[in-house]
């Protein structure tokens, strides 16, 4: 952003018109919308650590606009980070739906993939991909922090893509949701 | 005070309390003969010194833990040709006195004297119960709970004997050996 | 008719109960702790902690896994300190074994169970100073936390969930850069907790918000079995380091720190003091690090023990951890049971919550320093 700021007087000054911009719209929502990902500060098990080892002084994820929300209305991505047990599916269920549309999901480490190492627990949800639609995974156990910014560029590469004309629709509900309850 | 002077004391108030076969390896370890003795002990224990319930927990004797009880292919060795006969993952071990009883442990400790003591009962699998400790040692609060909720031992007198932490949908007790897992809605 | 009169005369003066649900999301919970608060005004007359949201059903999976593969489980019940749980699993399975670790994987072994404590505390103090409303502390303790981080990264590959104490000893040696740079880091690291004790130990505001509040008597903490800077906080000494030695502790000299009255802040002083306790004993064991293997000759690749039973129990950063391990001699144990200081240090949760103001149920809360991973396994 501050290279547009300090770039674009330069160049619009001689344009007609000064320093009106032409550009699509969805260009400038996608513009601000992936500098502000704001995620939701809920841990589930060892990865939320390494997530706190991200928002801390050595990652430091304020540079990439990624500052945490503790309430999920006003957060736009969900790190889900660690074991989803099956009593803790409800109420992840429950935040994802109470988190306000364009909404994102990072899954964070391998037990939130696909269970990880406990791939053959009775109570362990064996990914959360089977209830709320995934974003972008990352793999690891726990990842490390560099592989959750990892995740954010690529977020944000995805989020550069999306368009006003097909409605509010995120790119996962394109590729179909797998919602139970939606 | 060391194991064999703590025995002789015990026995000496409680003749029925023997040393078991297997013991828990450098710490003391007595069973009871019935449920009957187990407030007496654990009071007298108490009174000893012995006022930090350490843990509390429970070992199904059955057999082998069954496969069923995990969510896992029959044969998840991608090598072996289709249709191969499922890989046996625990098996009996020959010689080992397997029996159906719920053998329930409790540890004690004495910090003046950094004596450890294990003190263990024997309740048949089909009629687990035995009487809660909650009165005596708070902290057997939640431990009788997570062994109800784990192993179906019903602890007579708790106050609030309920599941601590499975979820509700969850049924049976898997812990036990013969646990089989019944899928619910968040298995495919 | 007098003022006092005409309130009595009403009949329904009286506030209504609120429930109030604290998680399982609340980024104060540290985890997925849910607690069910009734209060009247300010003040909880019923609390109901519940766990079991984080269940991974650890003593269910272990009776599949060979002993090896177990250690692998150990390290995600307390992932802030993953070291003591591979340590207290091992100790557990070696008594089994019959095997008895090299003195220098001893010395070792030690080395990172204190430099995980002293990780494991600072991020208590950083979350704590958050719960309490302090941001500063946690970006400074983070900031060392990771200079211990990258030490782990250096001996053994991994940040958090190590997997380096194994059965028989450690998974490798350590460098002699290494050590150079673990003195380096010592060097730096003693100044920088009375750095934690100007910024947050003895500020006004954190004092005003935790001396006081949260009081466990000494016959309290017992009977709940409390363990580790939560007992020794209320001022009864024991300390499993000292009561019933490991891995060599009673070659060094140490103190064991306990606290006054048992409030919130003496609970957090106890951690940071322990911190200072645990530099002195890795200079100790740098002093005097024994040479030779750090891997006992004899564990097998699938090791099976004989049949019997061991109970090992080691004081890890959030205390008494305790591992029963029962063998019919086959290639998995026959039961694991896991005797987790943070389930114990919770329980005391449903009692000492009632009769506090709502604004100190997470002063309390943040000062039990629970780690769900540990609580319901």
Redesign the interface.
Same mark, same amino acid.
């Given at each position: 952003m501050g290279m547009i700021l300090e770039k674009l007087p330069g160049i619009t000054k001689g344009m007609p018109g000064g320093d009106l911009i032409l550009t699509t719209a969805d260009a400038l929502i996608d513009l601000g919308r992936k500098q502000s990902l704001w995620p939701m500060t809920f841990g589930l098990a060892c990865c939320a650590i390494e997530m706190m080892g991200s928002y801390a002084a050595r990652f430091d994820f304020d540079r990439m606009g990624v500052i945490p929300r503790a309430s999920p209305r006003q957060a736009d991505v969900m790190i889900v980070a660690g074991t989803v047990c099956k009593k803790m599916a409800e109420p992840i269920l429950e935040i994802y739906h109470q988190m306000p549309e364009p909404r994102f999901v990072i899954s964070m480490g391998s037990c939130a993939n696909c269970g990880g190492p406990y791939y053959d627990s009775y109570s362990v949800l064996k990914g959360v991909d089977r209830i709320i639609p995934v974003d972008v995974y990352i793999a690891g156990c726990p990842p490390r922090p560099e592989a959750l910014q990892y995740a954010f560029v690529k977020l944000q590469e995805k989020v550069a893509k999306m368009s006003l004309k097909r409605g509010l629709a995120t790119p996962q509900q394109e590729k179909g949701s797998r919602d139970l309850t939606a | 005070m060391t194991q064999d002077e703590l025995l002789a004391k015990m026995q000496k108030k409680f003749p029925k309390a023997a040393k078991t076969a297997v013991q828990v390896k450098d710490y003391l370890t007595v069973s009871l003969p019935s449920k009957d003795d187990l407030i007496p002990v654990a009071a007298w224990l108490k009174k000893e010194g012995f006022d930090y319930l350490d843990m509390l927990t429970a070992v199904d004797y059955l057999g082998p833990v069954d496969m069923k009880g995990y969510i896992r292919q029959a044969n998840f060795n991608v090598f072996l040709p289709e249709g191969a006969a499922p890989q046996a993952e625990s098996a009996a071990v020959a010689g080992y006195a397997y029996r159906p009883v719920l053998e329930l442990v409790w540890a004690f400790v004495s910090m003046k004297d950094k004596a450890r003591i294990f003190v263990k009962l024997e309740v048949p699998r089909d009629a687990a119960r035995a009487p809660s400790l909650s009165g005596l040692f708070k902290s057997a609060d939640w431990q009788e709970r997570e062994v109800f909720d784990l192993f179906g031992v019903v602890y007579d007198g708790h106050p609030n004997l309920t599941k601590i932490l499975t979820p509700d949908f969850l049924q049976g007790h898997p812990l036990r050996k013969d646990y089989v897992h019944i899928k619910d809605r968040y298995d495919e | 008719m007098t003022s006092e009169a005409a309130t009595a005369a009403i009949p329904a003066l009286r506030s209504d109960q609120l429930f109030v649900n604290l998680g399982?999301?609340h980024?104060s919970t540290?985890?997925?702790l849910r607690v069910g608060l009734t209060i009247e005004g300010e003040v909880i007359v019923k609390a109901v902690p519940d766990?079991?949201?984080? /269940?991974?059903?650890t003593?269910?999976?272990a009776?599949?896994r060979g002993y090896h593969h177990c250690v692998?489980?150990t390290d995600?019940w307390d992932?802030?300190a993953s070291m003591p749980n591979n340590l207290v699993f091992c100790l557990a399975a070696e008594?089994?074994l019959g095997v008895k670790a090299t003195p220098r994987a001893d010395a070792l072994r030690v080395m990172m169970c204190e430099l995980n404590r002293i990780a494991s505390h600072l991020?208590f103090v950083?979350?704590y100073g958050i719960d309490i409303g302090a941001f500063t502390p946690?970006?400074?303790a983070?900031?060392e936390?990771?200079m211990i981080?990258d030490l782990f990264e250096m001996v053994c590959g991994a940040?958090?969930?190590y997997n380096y104490i194994r059965l028989g000893g450690v998974m490798v040696d350590v460098t002699p850069e290494w050590t150079a740079k673990l003195k380096e880091f010592l060097e730096y690291f003693k100044p920088k907790i009375d750095e934690y004790d100007q910024l947050l130990s003895y500020n006004p505001i954190f004092m005003a918000r935790t001396q006081g509040v949260g009081l466990i008597t000494a016959a309290?903490a *017992? %009977?709940?079995?409390l363990s580790g800077p939560n007992l020794r906080g209320s001022g009864? *000494?024991?300390d499993a380091r000292k009561?019933?030695p490991y891995c060599g502790y009673e070659n060094y000299d140490f103190d064991v720190v306990v606290g006054k009255e048992g409030s919130c802040w003496d609970r957090y002083f106890c951690r940071v003091t322990e911190m200072r306790q645990s530099v002195r004993i890795v200079e100790q064991v740098l002093a005097k690090l024994p040479e030779g293997p750090v891997m006992a000759a004899g564990v097998a690749k699938i090791p099976k023990p004989a049949?019997?039973?061991?109970?090992a129990?080691v004081e890890a950063a959030r205390g008494?951890l305790?591992v029963?391990l029962?063998s019919?001699?086959?290639v %998995?144990p026959?039961?694991m /049971?896991v005797?987790a200081p943070s389930?114990?240090n919770?329980?005391?949760l449903q009692?000492k919550l009632v009769g506090m103001k709502i604004s100190d149920v997470i002063a309390l809360l943040g000062s039990t320093d629970i780690v769900?991973?540990e609580v319901?396994?």
């Amino acid at each position: 952003m501050g290279m547009i700021l300090e770039k674009l007087p330069g160049i619009t000054k001689g344009m007609p018109g000064g320093d009106l911009i032409l550009t699509t719209a969805d260009a400038l929502i996608d513009l601000g919308r992936k500098q502000s990902l704001w995620p939701m500060t809920f841990g589930l098990a060892c990865c939320a650590i390494e997530m706190m080892g991200s928002y801390a002084a050595r990652f430091d994820f304020d540079r990439m606009g990624v500052i945490p929300r503790a309430s999920p209305r006003q957060a736009d991505v969900m790190i889900v980070a660690g074991t989803v047990c099956k009593k803790m599916a409800e109420p992840i269920l429950e935040i994802y739906h109470q988190m306000p549309e364009p909404r994102f999901v990072i899954s964070m480490g391998s037990c939130a993939n696909c269970g990880g190492p406990y791939y053959d627990s009775y109570s362990v949800l064996k990914g959360v991909d089977r209830i709320i639609p995934v974003d972008v995974y990352i793999a690891g156990c726990p990842p490390r922090p560099e592989a959750l910014q990892y995740a954010f560029v690529k977020l944000q590469e995805k989020v550069a893509k999306m368009s006003l004309k097909r409605g509010l629709a995120t790119p996962q509900q394109e590729k179909g949701s797998r919602d139970l309850t939606a | 005070m060391t194991q064999d002077e703590l025995l002789a004391k015990m026995q000496k108030k409680f003749p029925k309390a023997a040393k078991t076969a297997v013991q828990v390896k450098d710490y003391l370890t007595v069973s009871l003969p019935s449920k009957d003795d187990l407030i007496p002990v654990a009071a007298w224990l108490k009174k000893e010194g012995f006022d930090y319930l350490d843990m509390l927990t429970a070992v199904d004797y059955l057999g082998p833990v069954d496969m069923k009880g995990y969510i896992r292919q029959a044969n998840f060795n991608v090598f072996l040709p289709e249709g191969a006969a499922p890989q046996a993952e625990s098996a009996a071990v020959a010689g080992y006195a397997y029996r159906p009883v719920l053998e329930l442990v409790w540890a004690f400790v004495s910090m003046k004297d950094k004596a450890r003591i294990f003190v263990k009962l024997e309740v048949p699998r089909d009629a687990a119960r035995a009487p809660s400790l909650s009165g005596l040692f708070k902290s057997a609060d939640w431990q009788e709970r997570e062994v109800f909720d784990l192993f179906g031992v019903v602890y007579d007198g708790h106050p609030n004997l309920t599941k601590i932490l499975t979820p509700d949908f969850l049924q049976g007790h898997p812990l036990r050996k013969d646990y089989v897992h019944i899928k619910d809605r968040y298995d495919e | 008719m007098t003022s006092e009169a005409a309130t009595a005369a009403i009949p329904a003066l009286r506030s209504d109960q609120l429930f109030v649900n604290l998680g399982p999301q609340h980024p104060s919970t540290h985890g997925v702790l849910r607690v069910g608060l009734t209060i009247e005004g300010e003040v909880i007359v019923k609390a109901v902690p519940d766990i079991g949201y984080l /269940h991974r059903g650890t003593e269910k999976l272990a009776e599949a896994r060979g002993y090896h593969h177990c250690v692998v489980l150990t390290d995600r019940w307390d992932y802030v300190a993953s070291m003591p749980n591979n340590l207290v699993f091992c100790l557990a399975a070696e008594k089994l074994l019959g095997v008895k670790a090299t003195p220098r994987a001893d010395a070792l072994r030690v080395m990172m169970c204190e430099l995980n404590r002293i990780a494991s505390h600072l991020l208590f103090v950083g979350t704590y100073g958050i719960d309490i409303g302090a941001f500063t502390p946690f970006l400074y303790a983070f900031r060392e936390r990771e200079m211990i981080l990258d030490l782990f990264e250096m001996v053994c590959g991994a940040r958090l969930t190590y997997n380096y104490i194994r059965l028989g000893g450690v998974m490798v040696d350590v460098t002699p850069e290494w050590t150079a740079k673990l003195k380096e880091f010592l060097e730096y690291f003693k100044p920088k907790i009375d750095e934690y004790d100007q910024l947050l130990s003895y500020n006004p505001i954190f004092m005003a918000r935790t001396q006081g509040v949260g009081l466990i008597t000494a016959a309290e903490a *017992v %009977s709940w079995s409390l363990s580790g800077p939560n007992l020794r906080g209320s001022g009864v *000494v024991y300390d499993a380091r000292k009561a019933d030695p490991y891995c060599g502790y009673e070659n060094y000299d140490f103190d064991v720190v306990v606290g006054k009255e048992g409030s919130c802040w003496d609970r957090y002083f106890c951690r940071v003091t322990e911190m200072r306790q645990s530099v002195r004993i890795v200079e100790q064991v740098l002093a005097k690090l024994p040479e030779g293997p750090v891997m006992a000759a004899g564990v097998a690749k699938i090791p099976k023990p004989a049949p019997g039973e061991a109970y090992a129990h080691v004081e890890a950063a959030r205390g008494d951890l305790g591992v029963h391990l029962v063998s019919d001699g086959g290639v %998995s144990p026959f039961r694991m /049971h896991v005797r987790a200081p943070s389930f114990l240090n919770l329980a005391i949760l449903q009692e000492k919550l009632v009769g506090m103001k709502i604004s100190d149920v997470i002063a309390l809360l943040g000062s039990t320093d629970i780690v769900l991973g540990e609580v319901d396994r």
